[in-house]
């Protein structure tokens, strides 16, 4: 029997016997002899007793040790072939191994009070008292990499306290090392697009083109160079990289230098080129790997471009996406996406026209737009909107003024008992289910369309019959405004919807300033033409008293971060009409380029964000849980503080810039 076995069973026996002897010589001494036979007496019958109970101990406890190596019920005997320990589970004392055991582990069976510890740091126990067998940690002893197993020796004395562990260390090394190089070599499926190929080469003349092409095929070549992968241009603008997963960490931390080195390259007229990287990866085949590339490519240009998107099995993942979207679109797509609407509508019994909660003008400008090809298709349409909360009170009080409009907008819960198989649900101004009006109706809707311009989100809305999403844009009523032009004729628009849309134009463009394109001044002028009266519009963004010096106490609240970031935390309530004219407000004053607002709403806490400088705000915000465009771009964060979330906000704005 191993010592440290009896000692661990016999702890301090000796001593009592000791002070029990003391007190017979004690006797002795004072001539009580009758006395000191009799105490020497009881001495040897307790010696014994405690002998044979021993004995007793020693046996149970090798029973209890044994019931638990299934299989290995000889281990004990001949020798088990695994290395095994038996630990205390108080304090992870080892209080026996087998000779195995000792030998990886470095320690020495006559040393006492070795723990665990010893041979792997920081090692616990927890998992044998949730009841595993398998502990979640591989360890490494020695150069060979073992996976540990264990069981608990629960006592059959119900009232004994002592509770061991049997652990077996079974040495996995040669498994784990073809498992790391199956995972390194995990084949990366990535597509590579120069996806403003069409803008570089626009009237260059094939010498030109072909010059281009030279050196935009030599700067990705040298970047591949590195990687051992296989590059083969299968397109004009479209490459096909095959790589190694081992090899993907390193482009991470290098943040796809690529992008960067890109833009070197320019052509006859000053245009840059920008690149935009598609990657799939544990895919369980090339194919998918393949699909999950496509899906990052479009994921990528639907967020501007100059960007990689990493796609697995369940995420997206950003890189880059800092410059400012420039306008790629054509008149083309407007026209095929006005027919294949007209379509739409004609086949629905009625349309359900939605957009984000706490529908600002741009929402509900869109979706008036909407109403008027509903209206030429002779469609039931109704707009799904909360009366209360939203931030378009103004136009709303407006259109209670026209008859015509009369039960236009209904609840959310009031459309799901209405819809039917056949309802078409329009989605407008947001590309995000958990931002909708009723997240209820959107799941319950066979047919949805979405028409939005913010950057896409990783959550964004799948499998829509259509879908317009222009991140070029100003603004979900410039690309219905498009949309109408080839829908119905200039007549058939009422004047209050051609001011909607031109209200919603002049709220995303902050009256023409920002994110504007030769299409946004076309919409506006199609807009004017269909009667809109600007002076109207100006109406709808006219503030009473109260607000405005609510507004500029905002504004003074502001603090400045990093020279140009404007930053104001409010400690109190406010409106989100109200925080996000005071974002708007900031840009004005001299040396900002960037404003940020925070207010508390309830549980959550709610960011306006606005930008005119290289700052995204919609990349600064997205981490938060934010989403919108390069210039204008906001977040809700629940069941945080104010100063929670500015926080946050800070080291977001801290790793964009250091990033």
């Not at 590579?192 to 092409?213: C, F, H, K, R």
């Not at 405004?481 to 919807?497: D, H």
Request: aromatic share 8%; hydrophobic share 45%.
């Amino acid at each position: 029997m191993n010592k440290k076995l009896s000692r661990l069973l016999e702890p301090g026996m000796g001593l009592y016997f000791l002070v029990l002897l003391l007190f017979v010589g004690v006797a002795v001494w004072v001539k009580q002899y009758y006395v000191a036979g009799a105490e020497l007496l009881v001495i040897l019958l307790l010696f014994v007793h405690n002998r044979v109970a021993s004995g007793r101990r020693k046996k149970a406890l090798l029973h209890y040790i044994q019931s638990t190596t299934d299989s290995l019920g000889t281990a004990f005997k001949t020798g088990s072939p695994f290395p095994m320990a038996v630990i205390k589970m108080s304090d992870s004392e080892i209080i026996w191994g087998n000779a195995s055991f000792y030998q990886i582990s470095g320690l020495r069976d006559s040393f006492l009070h070795q723990k665990m510890e010893d041979v792997v740091p920081r090692f616990s126990t927890r998992w044998l008292t949730e009841g595993r067998t398998e502990c979640p940690q591989d360890i490494e002893l020695q150069g060979r990499r073992y996976r540990v197993y264990g069981n608990l020796i629960r006592s059959e004395d119900e009232h004994a306290s002592l509770l061991l562990a049997t652990l077996y260390l079974a040495d996995m090394t040669e498994m784990f090392n073809v498992r790391d190089e199956y995972i390194r070599t995990r084949p990366i499926v990535t597509v590579i697009l120069v996806d403003n190929y069409d803008e570089l080469t626009n009237n260059l003349p094939d010498s030109a083109i072909s010059s281009l092409d030279a050196r935009i095929n030599d700067r990705i070549s040298s970047w591949c160079e590195n990687l051992g992968g296989l590059l083969r241009k299968f397109e004009r603008n479209r490459y096909l990289l095959i790589f190694e997963s081992k090899d993907l960490p390193r482009l991470q931390e290098e943040k796809f230098s690529i992008l960067d080195d890109i833009r070197a390259i320019t052509n006859p007229s000053g245009v840059a080129a920008t690149l935009s990287i598609g990657i799939g990866k544990d895919g369980s085949s090339f194919q998918e790997n393949y699909a999950f590339a496509n899906l990052s490519i479009e994921m990528a240009l639907s967020r501007g471009g100059d960007q990689a998107v990493i796609k697995d099995r369940y995420n997206f993942n950003f890189f880059g996406g800092r410059t400012k979207e420039t306008e790629r679109r054509t008149k083309v797509k407007a026209r095929v996406i006005a027919s294949s609407l007209n379509e739409l509508i004609s086949q629905s019994s009625q349309v359900f026209i939605m957009g984000h909660r706490m529908a600002d003008l741009d929402a509900l400008g869109a979706a008036m737009g909407l109403v008027c090809i509903c209206r030429k298709r002779t469609r039931p349409v109704h707009i799904v909107l909360d009366q209360e909360k939203n931030a378009a009170k103004a136009l709303l009080t407006v259109l209670q003024d026209y008859p015509e409009y009369d039960n236009l907008f209904v609840s959310g819960e009031d459309a799901l008992l209405a819809a039917d198989s056949k309802t078409l649900l329009i989605v407008v101004d947001t590309n995000r289910p958990d931002q909708v009006e009723s997240l209820a109706l959107l799941e319950s809707v066979n047919r949805v369309a979405v028409i939005d311009h913010h950057r896409r989100a990783a959550d964004y809305i799948e499998q829509v019959v259509l879908n317009l999403h222009e991140p070029f844009a100003s603004s979900a009523s410039e690309l219905v405004t498009e949309i109408l032009q080839y829908a119905v004729e200039p007549k058939e628009i009422r004047i209050m919807e051609a001011q909607a849309l031109l209200a919603g134009l002049v709220l995303d463009t902050k009256n023409f300033s920002v994110r504007t394109g030769s299409r946004t001044f076309e919409a506006a002028a199609f807009l004017r033409r269909a009667g809109a009266d600007t002076v109207d519009v100006k109406k709808l963004f006219q503030n009473d008293l109260d607000d405005t010096i609510a507004r500029y106490q905002i504004v003074q609240a502001a603090r400045l971060y990093r020279n140009e970031i404007a930053i104001a935390a409010l400690e109190y309530q406010a409106t989100r009409t109200l925080v996000a004219q005071a974002a708007d407000e900031l840009l004005n004053i001299k040396g900002i380029l960037t404003s940020f607002v925070l207010y508390q709403d309830g549980d959550r806490v709610v960011i306006s964000a606005r930008s005119i400088g290289e700052a995204n705000v919609q990349v600064i915000l997205e981490p938060l849980g934010g989403g919108g465009n390069a210039a204008t771009a906001g977040a809700q964060v629940p069941g945080k503080s104010v100063r929670e979330v500015l926080a946050e906000l800070v080291a977001s704005i801290d790793k964009f810039y250091e990033g």
